[in-house]
C-alpha cells in the first residue's frame, strides 16, 4: 500500500511517498479501514518538524484524523461489518500508523459510525476539532444543560473547520 512516511524532521519536503505492506488485524476488535480521506492538522506539522513523541518512532505515519470504509474486522467486532463507513481519531504521534496511507487498523471501540450527511473529506477533517472542542466546553468548562458560553475570537484547526463547514 501506499503511504506517506517521515524518516526525519524538517518542513514538508520529508514526507515521503513509499510502500508498506497493508496491515493485518492482530487484534480481536481490530478493524481494517480503507482510507478515503485524512485530515490534516497543526499537530500533524509540528510532529513532521519536531519529532514524534514515542522515542525512536521514526520512521512514522502521521495522520490522526481519518474516514474510510471497513475492509476487515476481528473475530470479537460488533458493531462494525465490513462495508461500513467510519470516521475516527487514532495513531500518527510515532506510535501506531497514522491515516496518511491506502489502509489503517483501528479499534472498534475508537472508530464512530461516519454521519450520512458528511463525505469522507468533511469527517476526516473533523475528529480532532471536535474532540477539542468538547474537551474545552465540558470537561474543562463544565458546560452543561441552562449554561451559556460565549466563545470569543476562535481561531485555529476547530474554528477553520467550524467557518468551512459552515459557510
Known sequence: MKVIEVRETGGPEVLTLTERAVPAL??????LVRMKAAGINPVDAKLRSRGVLVPDGLPAV???DGAGVVEAVGEAVSRFQPGDQVWFCHGGLGGPAGNY???????????????????????????????????????????AAGKRVLIHAGAGGSDTWRSNWHG
Do not use: N
Open 101 to 143: 496511507a491506502e489502509y489503517a487498523l483501528v479499534d472498534e471501540d475508537i472508530a464512530q459510525p461516519k454521519p450520512a450527511t458528511l463525505g469522507f473529506v468533511h469527517a476526516a477533517a473533523a475528529p480532532l476539532v471536535l474532540i477539542t472542542a468538547w474537551e474545552a466546553l465540558y470537561d474543562r468548562a463544565d458546560l
Open 26 to 31: 492482530s487484534t480481536p476488535t481490530g478493524l
Open 62 to 64: 502521521l495522520g490522526c
